[in-house]
């Protein structure tokens, strides 16, 4: 018999209130793991990773999707241009 531990999914919003008790309520981190039943080692990255978002040295992660939709879509604008400059250039040829 195994003793299979699910890794949990913690939401940004749970991060940010989880790291609040450290940074607004005075909490230790030992204390803040017991009251949201997470390690310390969670607590102490989630609290760097929120420190890097505020000061701009790390996105966040909707800011990561939305960079990512960005990539796509001036990929797709790019393709676009490329075959209206072929276009173009074969009309133009046609038109002598």
């Given at each position: 018999?195994?003793t299979?531990?699910?890794?949990?999914?913690?939401?940004?919003?749970?991060k940010?209130?989880?790291?609040?008790?450290?940074?607004?309520?005075?909490?230790?981190?030992?204390?803040?793991?017991?009251?949201?039943?997470?390690?310390?080692n969670?607590?102490?990255?989630?609290?760097?990773?929120?420190?890097?978002?505020?000061?701009?040295?790390?996105?966040?992660?909707?800011?990561?999707?939305?960079?990512?939709?960005?990539?796509?879509?001036?990929k797709?604008?790019?393709?676009?241009?490329?075959?209206?400059?072929?276009?173009?250039?074969?009309?133009?040829?046609?038109?002598?």
């Open positions: 018999m195994t299979e531990k699910k890794r949990r999914k913690f939401t940004p919003e749970f940010k209130d989880a790291v609040a008790l450290i940074t607004e309520q005075g909490y230790s981190f030992a204390k803040a793991a017991l009251a949201v039943d997470t390690s310390e969670n607590l102490r990255r989630w609290k760097k990773e929120l420190e890097l978002e505020a000061s701009g040295e790390s996105l966040a992660a909707d800011e990561r999707a939305e960079l990512k939709r960005l990539r796509r879509e001036n797709e604008l790019r393709s676009e241009k490329e075959i209206l400059k072929k276009a173009s250039a074969f009309f133009a040829k046609e038109m002598k």
